[in-house]
């Protein structure tokens, strides 16, 4: 027997090859039939601050949620162990370079000072040392299996072998920890080799000399192989999509058509303008796929009012960014709100206010967006709750803006756009490109035509036709009005479209119940909580609390009548709201727009995702007690 | 265009003060427009925001009247998502200078084939009268307070300096120089850049028509004076001398084409060398649903496109 | 006497994360703190000033500083290893990750 779902963090500077290890790891996994979910947790900065991947693995299934302890931590550096060592369980793993075992937590430069002498505290309580050697101390104690290994030694082998030259050296001590991590799940050594494979591609040098590296890891480790054993895989994937969320958000505006893509560099949102312009042209079977226009403007104000341009032109535009880049778009949505311009904005949230905390999670900016920009007008805001939600929600998200003639911000966060998974592929039969295109009407073109709420929609070039637009106040034509009555019909016509959204959208698409109703409880979310919010409801089960969790997935307009007769039927009493940010803004939210007090409220800001373990208890404690708030914190 | 004739003058009412420099730029812009035989449905005016943003309304071709310093940024969408469209900006001295002068460089560094026309009339008219970022320091036009503390930024200069290839000025009530100058804006390909000297009758008491009547002079008049660049090599040393004569101003200023460059690629030109199928296959002509409304990429196409992020699982016997 | 071992020669560039091994610059080669050749030069206060008058700026490995001035680079010396730069390794800008 082994184990069914197993947690692990790989540990080291910023950029010295972790990237590459998650990667081949997770390739190397979903080969061999098992579910992986990885979250990429790391400094604003280019070299030297510590970053890890927090993995969790199944053998069941993708698992939703990250959890500490974690069974195994693979470090790269002392520092990994310093940061961490207090999360590895008891009969857990840590993995470690040997070389480094003198090494004191105060001659570690790039470790924050208060994070420094918070750690030398808990040594100090722990009664240990300052220095790596202690800390393995610490460990054994606790049953933990410490396995050390000179990578020294590996390096240099490689360098008199293979003459490798040193400005490449991450690669191989990818490797290293690659190669512990798989030997020590029980992975074989074919699997890995497809990860090597899969991952280094063309560079056929690099697969046999990571080989070669795993062969010595296997050699010097024998012992140790199947330690933490995975169960046999029951998932039933016989194909999957190993990728990230902006990976996944990016192929599915492919798959729905998207035609101009702008952007402005920013994290966590750029990589996904990045895998557009990878993928900006194929053709496959003779058929062209794109071209999709991916432009790099020149501040965040023209990319949105470039791809408003676009949209003008007839065709599926976005843009993708994050908070600081949004607020400079918002004048852009007023625009194109005034003139049913349909556009997408993919906004991946991060920690605010300004730059905040700039490579980290957040949910912060909920009310923001369903607010944001002046004047009164339709806008739609969507969530999605994990990368397959993603990818149907991204094509949704234009199919609302090209029907209803409106701009859709697709609100998700750095958790989702930086974390890979294991996804089904989606099932493009469900897929469908709704244009909301009618033929124009003979005569005198009206862009306007106040005959109908969604007025006929002609691209700027169709032949015959001509149009006007402006953001002042305007007749039918797009001319500039501001005569009253008119006034009064085309401001109520762009705000009364979102009543067709509210009535039209399938309630599935706006909030979704997950669990059993008429239990103890009703957890309420949005977004990325999805997976850790499932994950704590079945957990808290065995504990004899039954609850449901709603995953608020249209934010504006809100989803007040869902959300009203899922209360209706699982009774108003104990219903806790959780999400990424101080405030948890979906409480305000639902009872501005549903008038519901949801007074409990959890709330985690660090910047670092809601784990498990931290939900099931902040969870447990609301429930049991008349404890209304409960802020968590946990992680790295 | 079915029914309208060939007259480009829209039904709605222009607007603008009587004696404006505007109304030159509007009446060039029919005459240009008829020369040029444009398609109104294939031809797109976008306007930023101020009195001379609202010129597209007067225009019986499509008009995109955007924000305040970003008819640019739109023009660049529009322009590349169907790249058959004529696109022509119109806007101010604050609206392409000051609030949108980001774009204005930006659109320079691309050459992107899209022509901009510049109301140059010193202040910020739709806001009544503050100084705009071409009034020279200590001007005080009667608007103003105080005398101008902010210096001027010379709008040729900028542009040569930004990268357009083609560059010229004229002046709004100088009729047939000013059409001239427009047509051959609209047929460079590349970015085009018009500085066009615009007399506010009621905000700008200095730079007024009398001002410029008796001191604007036609380049073209010296049979010496040749602004274009004929081979990379000479780039430049004409930049540089468009550059100086751009710094004539007081007595003397001149009118016409200081800068043409067509050696230099177009933006269309760099993306269809990266995307190939383009221009002729664009976004705004490219099918990405079926009838059916499915989408062109299907099970099959898509785990071609995507092989790289697939894994095919294959489970240990 | 200092040991005379690639760790302790001025030709020694260590990794920026594995300083346990480097380049030589002598060789243009991948070596390990704990080899040695006949090329051995001490990285002395001298060779180390000299170095940081040519180039701009020497490395602290003990730090991981980047050193610009003379009076830096003295008060280093005396406890930490210096070197004249350090490998910056290619994965760096393929993974980096930040504002
Ligand atoms: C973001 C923003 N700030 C301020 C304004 C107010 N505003 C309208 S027109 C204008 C200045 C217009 O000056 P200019 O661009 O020179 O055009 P002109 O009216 O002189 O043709 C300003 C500041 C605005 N519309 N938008
Ligand atoms: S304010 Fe000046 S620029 Fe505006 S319309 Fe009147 S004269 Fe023309
Ligand atoms: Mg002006
Ligand atoms: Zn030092």
């Known amino acids: 027997m082994g184990f069914s779902e197993l947690s692990l963090i790989l540990g080291g500077p910023q950029g010295s090859g972790l990237e590459t290890s998650m990667l081949v790891l997770s390739r190397a996994l979903a080969y061999r039939g098992y579910g992986v979910v990885a979250d990429r947790e790391y400094y604003s900065n280019i070299v030297g601050r510590h970053s890890y991947i927090h993995m969790s693995i199944s053998s069941k299934r993708t698992p939703r949620s990250l959890t500490y302890p974690v069974k195994l931590l693979v470090s790269m550096d002392a520092e990994t162990v310093f940061t961490h060592f207090k999360d590895i369980e008891s009969g857990g793993v840590l993995f470690y370079d040997k070389d480094v075992r003198a090494k004191k937590v105060t001659e570690i430069p790039s470790i924050e000072e208060s994070l420094r002498s918070r750690i030398a505290r808990d040594l100090k309580a722990l009664g240990a040392g300052e220095d790596l050697e202690s800390v393995l101390g610490v460990l054994r104690g606790r049953g933990v299996t410490t396995i050390g290994m000179s990578f020294q030694e590996i390096l240099r082998d490689l360098m008199k072998t293979f003459g490798i030259d040193p400005r490449s050296l991450s690669r191989y001590v990818s490797g290293i920890i690659t190669s512990s991590a798989a030997l020590l799940l029980g992975l074989d050594r074919e699997a890995l080799k497809y990860g090597f494979e899969r991952v280094f591609a063309a560079r056929a040098k690099l697969v046999e000399q990571n080989v070669y590296v795993a062969d010595s890891v296997w050699r010097e480790l024998k012992s140790y192989e199947g330690l933490l054993r995975l169960d046999y895989p029951e998932t039933e994937f016989s194909e999957v999509l190993v990728a990230t969320g902006n990976d996944v958000v990016a192929i599915a505006k492919i798959v729905a058509g998207l035609r101009y893509q702008s952007y402005y560099p920013i994290t966590p949102a750029a990589d996904e303008s990045f895998f557009l312009e990878k993928y900006e042209v194929s053709e496959v079977d003779g058929t062209i796929v794109g071209p999709i226009v991916v432009i790099q403007t020149e501040d965040e104000i023209a990319a949105i009012n470039s791809a408003i341009g676009a949209s003008l032109a007839g065709v599926r535009s976005s843009t993708a960014t994050s908070g600081p880049g949004f607020d400079l778009m918002v004048e852009g949505i007023s625009w194109a709100g005034m003139n049913e311009a349909p556009v997408v904005i993919t906004y991946y949230q991060r920690g605010g206010p300004s730059t905040g905390l700039p490579t980290r999670g957040s949910q912060s900016d909920l009310l923001s967006s369903a607010f944001a920009a002046h004047g009164e007008f339709a806008k739609v805001v969507l969530s999605s709750g994990d990368h397959l939600d993603a990818f149907y929600d991204t094509v949704l998200a234009f199919n609302i803006a090209e029907k209803y003639q409106l701009p859709v911000i697709h609100l998700l966060d750095k958790f989702l756009a930086n974390s890979t998974a294991t996804i089904p592929l989606p099932d493009l039969g469900r897929v469908r490109i709704e244009r909301g295109l009618k033929p124009v009407p003979p005569g005198t073109y009206k862009r306007f035509n106040l005959e109908a709420l969604i007025s006929p929609r002609a691209p700027l070039g169709t032949p015959g036709v001509i149009m006007w637009y402006t953001g002042d106040e305007h007749d039918e034509f797009g001319h500039i009005s501001e005569e009253p009555e008119n006034r009064v019909r085309m401001y109520s016509k762009r705000i009364e479209k979102l009543k067709l959204v509210d009535e039209e959208v399938p309630g599935d698409l706006k909030l979704r119940v997950y669990g059993d109703e008429g239990g103890d409880f009703c957890l309420i979310g949005w977004g ?32 007040r009548r869902e959300l009203l007769e899922v209360l209706r039927r699982s009774g108003f009493g104990n219903v806790v709201a959780v999400e990424h940010s101080y405030g948890v803004n979906i409480a305000d939210l639902a009872a501005m727009a549903a008038g519901v007090q949801i007074r409990k409220r959890i709330a985690k800001f660090t910047g670092r995702p809601i784990t498990l373990s931290e939900l099931t208890q902040a969870l447990e404690k609301t429930l049991t007690s008349d404890v209304d708030r409960v802020v968590i914190s946990y992680g790295g | 265009m079915e029914g309208r004739g060939v007259s480009f003058k829209s039904d709605v009412w222009v607007d603008w003060c009587p004696g404006c420099g505007n109304y030159g730029i509007l009446t060039a812009v029919f005459k240009a427009f008829a020369e040029l035989k444009l398609d109104p449905s294939k031809t797109v005016i976008v306007s930023g925001i101020g009195c001379s943003g609202k010129l597209p309304h007067f225009v019986n071709v499509n008009g995109v009247h955007t924000l305040h310093g970003r008819a640019i940024p739109f023009a660049t969408g529009i322009k590349l998502a169907n790249p058959e469209l004529t696109v022509v900006v119109h806007g101010g001295d604050g609206d392409l200078l000051g ?24 202040v910020y008219g739709l806001t009544k009268g503050q100084a705009s970022p071409t009034l020279p320091l200590d001007a005080k036009t009667k608007a103003l307070p105080k005398p101008n503390i902010q210096q001027a930024v010379n709008p040729i200069m900028l542009a040569v300096a930004s990268g357009y290839t083609f560059v010229a000025r004229s002046y709004a009530f100088e009729g047939e120089h000013l059409k001239n100058v427009i047509v051959d804006a609209v047929k460079h390909r590349g970015a085009a850049f018009v500085d066009i000297l615009q007399p506010c009758v009621t905000f700008n008491d200095i730079f007024t028509s009398e001002y410029y009547r008796k001191r604007v002079y036609r380049l073209d008049k010296d049979p010496d004076w040749d602004p274009v660049v004929r081979k990379p090599e000479e780039r430049i040393s004409k930049m540089l001398k468009a550059i100086e004569k751009s710094a004539e101003w007081g007595e003397r200023i001149p009118i016409g084409v200081f800068y043409v460059d067509s050696t230099v690629s177009t933006y269309e030109e760099r993306l269809s060398s990266r995307l190939k199928v383009y221009p002729k296959v664009n976004p705004a002509s490219s099918v990405i649903a079926s009838e059916d409304l499915r989408p062109v990429v299907d099970d099959v196409k898509f785990k071609k496109i995507f092989s790289d992020l697939i894994v095919r699982v294959s489970k240990r016997v | 006497m200092v040991e005379e071992r690639c760790g302790n020669c001025v030709n020694y560039s260590p990794h920026v994360y594995y300083p346990q ?61 210096l070197a004249i730069r350090a490998v910056i390794d290619e994965a760096i800008a393929e993974e980096a990750r930040a504002d």
């Open chain 3, 21 to 81: 091994v480097g380049r030589c610059l002598v060789f243009s080669t991948g070596v390990s703190e704990s080899d040695s050749c006949d090329k051995f030069k001490r990285a002395s206060i001298d060779e180390l000033l000299n170095a940081l008058g040519g180039e701009g700026s020497v490395y602290c490995t003990t730090c991981g500083a980047t050193l610009v001035d003379e009076e830096e680079l003295k008060a280093h010396s005396r406890n930490h290893r």
């Open chain 1, 528 to 559: 990325s909580v999805k997976g850790v919010a499932l994950d704590a409801v079945d957990e808290i089960a065995k504990r004899g609390f039954r609850g449901i969790y709603v995953d608020v997935k249209m934010l504006w307009p809100f989803p």
């Open chain 2, 99 to 122: 609030i949108g002068a980001g774009h204005f460089v930006a659109l320079g560094r691309r050459n992107l084939d899209i022509v901009v026309i510049l109301h140059n009339n010193g």
